[in-house]
């Protein structure tokens, strides 16, 4: 390993020796200053790691300030234990004191990683430690914070043994951690910590020093206060006490130490997984904060459980007894009962509670999250303990508000500002007294009557307690749409100061100066109230008063201008509102006393606390954030970055570029990736030089200098204040845009205007698109820029190895200040999504110092894709709290990641501590800048779902059909994900669906859904050449759990729309699915995701993983139009074939003597109709048609081609074989001749033994006897003429050679395989022509050796090239023979040998500079006899067992003897024929049924069978995956060399793999052939028998005509069968129908599928006709590379071409002067 672990001892200097043979600490103490040094302690290791030490003894007795100190030990080095230092002797109270120290330093996580070490001066105190800890409680009260755990050793620590035990023990404590270190995340933890617990301390002192500052001031003043002073004393010391019993309700105990951390409430707990709509007081604040963070406004209607089991105790309790009964008792009982139960919490007392205790950053995310809900916001807020008044500006910062109106050509503008800049009338609520009718209810009216944006008291949630509401001001915000139906014309702020305005005059004053209007709620006027001048002052004030009174029934009545009364007692509320609406409106209309509110300036009232100003961390931040943008001052904000940002603008994109070129180009182009890599130095060097600039240095010394929380506060301010400053341009360009967009579209409409002008005024408008969105690029600046050009600072410092001149800090270190936002919760890019690129050095850099800090824990990547703007920040942001940029051109570029903690209670259910965030930018999104993003989009989503272990596909509705391209890229990316070995999942969310939905429906979409999915899947997986048929062969994905459905986001219209419970509750659903997937998975550890990150984009940029899906989607229909070509191919040729069945059948029959080309063309006309009318309805009605449209015209004209070819060779066949008929007729004359003899004397034998009929042993010993003597004078006959015998082609072929061509005897066993050679250059003699002297021209082999005499590449491929084309013909030559109808002849071999003989000469005449030698001539030709061996000898070995009479007598013995039984028995003439009928049917049956079934598995195959059931192109895609499965070299080498031969081998094993497997299926074939057959015979039995009468002859032929289509069965074969006295036609088909069965059953026994080729004739086994169809192509191959012609007709016109060419080493090619193979690309 190559960094050490380290251990920190600490504790008293007096329980060490320091000494020269100190193992652990040497012999001098360290200067304190000096502490941070360590050294490796040299006896032993931990885990394969050296251990160094650092000395802490004795600092926790100075007085010294260690922070900085320390921080840096845990940031620089892998503590994994502390270890205490002790006397064994006695424990002191600097002792007593250390492990204190040691907790309020490093905090109480520290415990877990602390062993105590006891030291002794002697062995006896060694041995009595065990004693003193059993009496020492002060001791074993620290051992067991320790967890037990102890040592000891001497005082010296000299001793080895000792030491290693120690080291044991510190090994057996890392274990027991899990591998892991004390982290700077706990350190800084600590440190949180403790500085909450001094603000909570300064904070109570501060309250302590106002009480008496208060206290006093009542007493000085105390002659002035009247008689209730002293009860309104007593008053608030109740108030005081109600707020803490409050606290101590929601568990917000104030004497604890319990400020609320936003980085605490953001992580992942159990308690975030569960939903919530009731819960015990003690959760109320946990489930209130969970429901805000999900944006859920049913946050303020969450239900106590404890009130609720109140009231169900008493009515358990109720009394039923009807015997007593009082209504007057019973009433009165149950009031005192009510009275004395606890009242329900206050929701709004949880809500203020929370924002009390939470610190900034919560507060900011607490207020932000209301504002989503469409909440009011807490305005004013006076401290509940000293009544001061605090306006929480700071809470407000990161609110945006955005509305529509009209301006003054009455078109409609939208508008984003921030609340605290945004300039509005005001209008503010108040009240004096108490009322019946609720102000807040009827302030919502106005904003939203739909929603309670004002908590009011007829509120669920709502109770008598209200503790901390009272003087609290909420503002909202009436936002207007731009339509006619908005209340207000313009965005409005209305004020709600809630409880007696009288009791509040502080907030009253300041609302009623700041206020546009005011409203004014009183039960009536009186002047002798103490309200009543208050009121008056208001009254005479030009500022519009409107006055409701509760206790008034009249309607709206202007007393004077801007001064209004309206009733409200017995009103219709509907009629107040619009009232109300009309006399604000009136108000606002007046010029004269319009004024406008800015929510920053109530910070300028003097009488309240600003929290930005008390906060320092806060107010230091804002200082350095306002430092960095008064340099911005002035500027134009479209050159800003140029001008601030230089690294990330045109040099990085050229540095990109460049990049990807390098990785993906082709061939052996090293000259060019020279270059491209100095080019890319270059840019790295410019980038190095540029002026590094004020901004970037005051950023960078901000982030390196500041405490964390400081960080925080600036990077929040800086995004704050950035966001101010390009808002406004911004909202203007993207006005500009729409402007000029809408007037593009008014331009396509018109139809009056001449297309030139038009085309050219399209132009213009283009340009000027173009040039806005430019800007619109320019002018977006944010944070996320800021660390981008960080990133490439760091990268180009990196490249040339040299810090920038003026970077404050060294580059190295810049990694450190992204990792400490991300700890903070901040995302970082991932990918930039304007260069598309990810800057892999930053990066993992980054995660680097991340895995420094938290160490090298597990994380569970969520990701997460869909189209553009379709909710995925938004949904991530309700998911988890967090804060991704979701507005309106602000919205992700690229990608980014976030941290999500785990808690340590879910550590234990999950196994790993972070959730890392993916948010991305939506795909297909319409770029401003007008550039496809189809590449991008590619690149982004096969990054992220490959970088994800879950990835959440977001769709926008309910129908997937418009993202079809977007699933397309999303599953081909989970295939190529496949194959790097990862395992990616997915759910898929489809938003914005109708909260109505049915079930039923739902379902009908999952199922709408796994269809598009599937289909999908099957396109993908033929481009990526995979194994698919659905979604679920790729990933895992369960269609019933994976499929969410959201509700729309908003309930209403916005932008007054609060969010959607419904989708809340969605989110809810995903979050607990999501556990259950994350709870399934490891994660990862952060060093690989370092890896993964470095992987998947090295793989991107080689384009291993990158297409363009245009050409995928054009490649994918090619190769549909391929199969739908090998479908017509095969439809024709299977037509044919069963044409040439039929044809075959009859020439055997002899009921046809000719075949001519135009009578195969008629029958095959009805099918090629049907094939062209295909193939019409397929180019015409695809939904590729236009694509398909290019290869329309070539198409037809190939299967035109097909077609007359295949009519060709089928006229060519069945004229060789009635050919072979006419030659064959004498064999089969014979063989019937001596069949009828033997049949004759049967007979004659039958009726001598006629009385012995019934002695089935004379029978069968006398027929043995005249069978063997019938044999032998066969035997004999056979013999005298021309006996078939056996044969032996190498015999023949090695006679051949040694009679005619001179050679020695031997020189065929010393032959070569010339099929398997790799080099010719043995086999060739040079000519004179070549240039070479006549002595070497006949050289030797070793002399040429020698010379170093090499045939070209050219040379060697010729040759190969005829090898292989005379092998091909000599096969098709051996097939013509037909050797297993016509018998084997010597001159075979002569013909064959000539063949060879005559394509050498040629070959060689044609060849200038080498001769083939004599060798090569006799190995070729031994060669192709070996090969061949095998299929001459099988099929002549079926020639002789069907027509030598002693084989085929041998085998009808049984036949002859049940014959001979019956006549023995007396059977009727007319039984013994039909028996023989069927006996002499047995043979074409079985015939026929191996041929049908053949013709079945090739149709079946074609269908079923993967790799066959395409074109050639996917055929040969699964020869190779077959060949890389089996690591086969020869295989190899042999589909490079004889690609035909190998084709034809892999169908042959895919056939017998698939007859093997699907055994039944054949089996199933042949029952229903031979039943087929059965039914047809007995048919043709039955229409013979009705149509003929007398004359057997006559019925034989009708007999055998009628089966001449299906059966090789003619009268000839009966020819000599005496059929005398056959005169019973119906006996006779009675007997046929017993026998045949008989017969049936016996072909069904000896049926097996292992011998079902052999049965067959060569040309009609299913392996062949899959050849013949698959194989009829062209086999031409490149000379140089060796790559086959792909064109799927055998003499096309035209070159010949394939798509890629091969390395040129794969045919033996070398480089120049080496035995090294080539690696260059052939491109000829």
């Not at 072979?1220 to 003899?1237: L, P």
């Not at 053949?1494 to 269908?1503: D, G, Q």
């Not at 149509?1587 to 000839?1612: E, P, R």
């Amino acid at each position: 390993m190559d960094h050490n672990l380290t251990i920190v001892l600490f504790g008293s200097s007096a329980a060490v020796q320091f000494r020269y043979d100190n193992i652990l600490l040497g012999e001098i103490q360290e200067d304190i200053g000096n502490v941070k040094k360590s050294w490796t302690v040299p006896l032993h290791k931990i885990s394969g790691h050296n251990i160094s030490v650092i000395n802490m003894i004795g600092l926790h007795e100075t007085a010294l300030d260690l922070d900085q100190l320390t921080c840096q030990l845990v940031n620089e080095n892998e503590i994994i234990a502390f270890i205490f230092v002790v006397r064994s002797s006695r424990l002191t109270d600097a002792d007593k004191m250390g492990i204190e120290w040691l907790r309020r330093v490093f905090g109480d996580r520290v415990l877990q990683f602390v062993l105590i070490l006891f030291t002794y001066e002697s062995e006896e105190d060694s041995d009595s430690i065990i004693d003193d800890l059993k009496k020492n409680s002060t001791l074993e009260h620290l051992l067991k914070e320790c967890g037990g755990r102890y040592h000891t050793c001497s005082k010296d620590m000299n001793k080895e043994s000792e030491m290693k035990d120690l080291m044991n023990r510190i090994e057996r404590l890392l274990i027991d951690n899990e591998q892991r270190c004390y982290t700077s995340e706990m350190y800084n933890t600590a440190i949180r910590e403790r500085e909450d617990l001094q603000r909570t301390c300064q904070k109570q002192n501060k309250r302590m020093e106002e009480s008496m500052e208060y206290n006093t001031a009542t007493e000085i003043h105390g002659a002035e206060v009247d008689r209730h002073s002293e009860d309104g004393a007593s008053k608030g010391n109740g108030i005081k006490e109600k707020i803490e019993h409050l606290f101590q309700r929601l568990h917000l105990d104030n004497s604890n130490n319990c400020t609320l951390r936003a980085s605490d409430v953001l992580q992942l707990t159990s308690h975030s997984l569960q939903s919530h709509e009731s819960c015990s007081e003690k959760d109320l604040i946990k489930t209130f904060l969970q429901k805000l963070l999900m944006m859920n406004y049913k946050a303020r209607y969450i239900k106590t459980i404890d009130t609720q089991h109140d009231k169900q105790q008493i009515n358990d309790d109720l009394s039923e007894d009807e015997g007593d009964v009082d209504i007057f008792r019973e009433m009165q009982c149950q009031k005192n009962e009510e009275t004395n139960r606890r009242d329900a919490i206050h929701l709004m007392d949880v809500q203020m509670a929370l924002l009390y205790y939470a610190d900034s950053f919560l507060k900011q995310l607490i207020v932000t999250k209301l504002s989503q809900c469409q909440y009011a916001l807490p305005l004013l807020v006076p401290d509940p303990f000293i009544q001061k008044i605090e306006f929480p500006l700071w809470t407000f910062r990161q609110i945006n508000q955005s509305w529509k109106m009209k301006d003054t050509n009455n078109e409609i503008i939208s508008k984003i500002q921030p609340v605290c800049k945004a300039e509005t009338p005001m209008v503010s609520f108040f009240r004096f007294g108490s009322l019946s009718s609720s102000k807040s209810q009827l302030m919502n009216n106005l904003i939203n009557e739909k929603h309670n944006t004002f908590f009011h008291r007829d509120c669920t949630g709502s109770s008598k307690t209200r503790v901390l509401m009272d003087g609290v001001v909420e503002i909202a915000w009436y936002c207007p749409s731009g339509k006619d139906a908005d209340k207000f014309t313009q965005c409005v702020a209305f004020c709600n100061l809630h409880g007696d305005a009288g009791a509040n005059e502080k907030q009253l004053q300041i609302l009623t100066k700041m206020a546009s209007v005011n409203v004014v709620i009183l039960p009536r006027l009186d002047k002798n109230d103490k309200s009543g001048k208050q009121i008056q002052e208001l009254y005479k004030d030009r500022k519009p008063l409107i006055c409701l009174f509760t206790e008034d029934e009249s309607r709206i009545n202007e007393t004077r201008k801007g001064k209004y009364k309206i009733g409200l007692k017995n009103r219709n509320q509907s009629n107040v509102s619009e009232e109300l609406v009309h006399a604000i409106n009136k108000c606002l209309a007046s010029s004269e006393t319009y004024s406008i509110f800015r929510l920053e300036d109530v910070s300028k009232h003097s009488e309240i606390i600003v929290d930005e100003d008390q906060v320092n961390d806060c107010r230091r931040g804002k200082e350095a954030a306002q430092q960095m943008m008064g340099l911005l001052e002035k500027k134009d904000l479209t050159e800003i970055k140029e001008s601030f940002l230089p690294c990330q603008g045109k040099l990085w994109h050229q540095w990109c570029e460049k990049n990807k070129e390098l990785h993906r180009s082709h061939g052996n182009e090293k000259d060019m990736e020279i270059k491209q890599k100095q080019d890319m130095k270059k840019i790295r060097e410019q980038q190095h030089v540029l002026d590094i600039g004020e901004f970037m240095k005051l950023f960078i010394t901000e982030m390196d200098s500041q405490s964390s929380n400081e960080k925080i506060f600036f990077l929040k301010w800086l995004g704050i204040l950035l966001d101010e400053y390009t808002s406004a341009d911004l909202s203007a360009l993207h006005y500009k845009y729409d402007e000029k967009w809408s007037e593009v579209l008014k331009l396509k409409d018109k139809n009056d205007i001449p297309e030139q002008q038009v085309a050219t005024n399209l132009t213009d408008k283009q340009t000027e698109l173009d040039r806005i969105s430019k800007e619109l690029q320019a002018a977006t600046f944010g944070l996320e820029h800021i660390l981008r050009e960080i990133g490439q600072i760091y990268e180009s410092c990196k490249s040339v190895n040299k810090n920038k001149e003026g970077l404050p800090c060294n580059f190295s270190s810049l990694p450190r200040l992204a990792a400490d936002m991300m700890v903070s919760g901040f995302p970082l890019e991932l990918m930039d999504g304007d260069a598309a690129n990810v800057p892999v050095d930053w990066v993992t850099a980054v995660l680097h110092e991340l895995i420094k800090k938290l160490g090298n824990q597990r994380v569970f990547v969520l990701s997460v894709l869909g189209i553009q703007s379709s909710g995925k920040s938004t949904m991530l942001n309700v998911m988890f709290g967090l804060q991704f940029a979701v507005s309106a051109g602000r919205c992700t570029r690229g990608a980014f990641m976030q941290l999500i903690r785990v808690s340590e209670e879910m550590k234990a259910q999950l196994k790993f501590d972070y959730i890392l965030v993916v948010d991305t930018e939506g795909l297909r999104a319409q770029e401003l800048s007008g550039r496809s993003t189809r590449h991008q989009d590619n690149e982004l989503a096969t990054f992220v779902v490959g970088l994800g272990n879950l990835t959440l596909i977001n769709i926008l509705g309910e129908n997937p059909s418009e993202l079809q391209e977007i699933l397309q890229i999303v599953v081909q990316a989970f295939m190529r994900m496949k194959e790097v070995n990862l395992s990616p999942s997915c759910m898929f969310v489809h938003q914005n669906i109708s909260e109505v939905t049915a079930g039923e429906k739902n379902m009908e979409g999952r199922r709408r859904l796994q269809e598009t999915l599937d289909e999908m899947t099957k396109l993908a997986a033929k481009d990526e050449v995979y194994i698919a048929e659905c979604f679920s062969d790729v990933i895992t994905f369960d269609i019933r759990k994976d499929v969410k459905y959201f509700a729309q986001l908003w309930e209403g219209s916005p932008p007054m729309a609060p969010p959607n419970p419904s989708y809340c509750e969605n989110i809810q659903e995903l979050k607990t699915a999501f556990f259950s997937h994350a709870s399934k998975s490891n994660g990862l550890e952060l060093t690989d995701l370092k890896a993964r990150i470095n992987d998947l984009w090295e793989a991107l940029l080689n384009e291993r993983f990158v297409f363009s899906f245009r050409n995928s989607l054009e490649i994918a229909t090619y190769r549909k139009l391929e199969t739908e070509y090998s479908k017509w191919s095969w439809s024709l040729r299977s037509a044919m074939l069963e044409t040439e069945n039929k044809l075959y059948n009859n020439i055997e029959n002899e009921t046809i003597n000719e075949v001519s080309e135009s009578d195969l063309h008629g029958k095959l006309k009805m099918k090629s109709e049907e094939v062209e009318k295909s193939m019409s309805e397929f180019f015409e009605k695809d939904k590729d048609k236009d694509i398909l449209k290019q290869w329309k015209a070539s198409f037809y004209i190939k299967i035109k081609d097909l077609k007359d070819n295949i009519v060709r060779e089928t006229m060519k066949k069945l004229n060789e074989i009635l050919q072979q008929r006419d030659i064959r007729k004498g064999i089969d004359a014979q063989r019937t001749c001596h069949e009828n003899t033997l049949l004759e004397k049967s007979k004659e034998l039958a009726i001598k033994l006629k009385d012995k009929a019934n002695d089935e042993t004379v029978l069968k010993q006398e027929f043995e006897k005249f069978w063997e003597e019938g044999l032998k004078s066969v035997e004999k006959i056979t013999k005298e003429s021309s006996q078939i015998k056996g044969i032996d082609v190498l015999r023949d072929m090695k006679q051949l050679l040694t009679d005619y061509e001179s050679v020695p005897l031997n020189a065929w066993k010393e032959s070569k395989d010339i099929f398997s050679v790799s080099s010719y250059s043995d086999y060739v003699q040079l000519k004179k022509s070549s240039g070479i002297t006549g002595c070497i021209k006949n050289a030797c082999r070793s002399a040429k050796e020698k010379l170093g005499y090499k045939l070209s590449q050219v040379d060697e491929t010729q040759i190969r090239t005829l090898v292989k084309d005379i092998a091909e013909h000599a096969d098709i030559k051996i097939m013509s023979y037909n050797i297993s109808k016509m018998g084997y002849n010597k001159t075979y071999i002569q013909e064959i040998a000539d063949y060879v003989k005559a394509r050498i000469v040629d070959h060689e005449e044609h060849t200038n500079n080498y001769k083939l030698m004599n060798e090569f001539y006799i190995d070729l030709l031994v060669s192709i006899c070996k090969r061949e061996n095998k299929l001459i000898t099988d099929q002549h070995r079926k020639f002789r067992e069907a027509n030598d009479p002693v084989f085929y007598f041998e085998k009808k013995s049984e036949e002859y003897y049940s014959i001979f039984h019956k006549y023995c028995q007396g059977a009727t003439s007319a039984a013994i024929f039909g028996e023989i009928i069927c006996q002499k049917l047995k043979e074409p049956i079985q015939n026929s049924v191996y041929k049908n079934i053949a013709r079945s598995l090739a149709n079946e195959m074609k269908t079923n069978c993967e790799s066959l059931n395409g074109n050639r192109s996917k055929l040969e895609k699964h020869i190779l995956k077959t060949l890389a499965e089996q690591e086969d070299f020869q295989k190899y080498m042999n589909y490079i060399y004889f690609p035909k031969d190998h084709f034809k081998s892999f169908i042959r094993d895919e056939v017998n793999r698939y007859i093997t497997a699907n055994g039944v299926s054949v089996w199933s074939m042949m029952k229903e052939n031979i039943e087929l057959l059965q039914q047809k015979i007995m048919t043709a039995a039955h229409k013979a028998s009705e149509s003929i009468s007398g004359d057997v002859q006559n019925w034989l032929n009708h007999f055998t005509l009628q089966l001449s289509d299906v059966l090789i069965f003619s009268v000839k074969d009966l020819s000599g069968v005496s059929h005398d006295g056959v005169d019973d036609f119906k006996l006779l088909e009675d007997v046929i129908k017993t026998e045949l069965g008989s017969v049936i059953s016996e072909i069904q026994r000896e049926f097996s599928t292992e011998t079902l080729s052999e049965n067959l004739e060569q040309k009609d086994r299913p392996d062949e006709i899959l050849i013949d169809h698959l194989c009829q192509c062209c086999w031409v191959q490149c000379p140089f590379c060796g790559v086959t012609c792909t064109n799927t007709l055998k003499n096309h016109s035209g070159d010949h071409s394939v798509p890629f060419h091969r390395v040129d080493g794969l045919t033996g090619c070398c480089y120049d002067r080496t035995e090294d193979l080539g690696t260059d690309f052939c491109t000829h």
